[in-house]
C-alpha cells in the first residue's frame, strides 16, 4: 500500500483521529525496533530561496500588478 492510496482516506478524517495517527506513527518510528537503514547515508539537499533571483524578481512583479508594496 501507498500513501498515495491511503492519502484521501487520511484527509477525511476528523482532527482528533489525524492527531492519533500522527502519535502513533511518530511512536513507531522511535521504537528501537526501526532500523536506521532507511535514513540516507548522507545529508539530502534542502531547496533554499537564498540567491533565487528570479523567484525574488517574480514575486516583485507579482506584488506590483496586485497592487501590493
Known amino acids: 500500500?501507498?500513501?498515495?492510496?491511503?492519502l484521501p482516506q487520511i484527509q477525511q478524517l476528523p482532527d482528533a483521529e489525524?492527531?492519533?495517527l500522527?502519535?502513533?506513527l511518530?511512536?513507531?518510528l522511535q521504537s528501537p525496533s526501526q532500523s536506521d537503514s532507511a535514513l540516507p547515508?548522507?545529508?539530502?539537499?534542502i531547496w533554499s530561496p537564498?540567491?533565487?533571483y528570479q523567484?525574488?524578481?517574480d514575486l516583485?512583479?507579482?506584488?506590483?500588478?496586485?497592487?501590493?508594496g
Not at 1 to 6: C, R, S
Not at 41 to 45: A, F, G, R, T
Not at 60 to 68: E, P
Open 18 to 20: 489525524k492527531r492519533r
Open 60 to 68: 516583485l512583479d507579482f506584488a506590483r500588478k496586485n497592487g501590493v
Open 41 to 45: 547515508s548522507e545529508p539530502l539537499p
Open 1 to 6: 500500500m501507498t500513501i498515495a492510496e491511503i
Open 26 to 28: 511518530t511512536a513507531e
Open 50 to 52: 537564498h540567491d533565487s
Open 55 to 57: 523567484a525574488a524578481s
Open 22 to 24: 500522527v502519535e502513533l
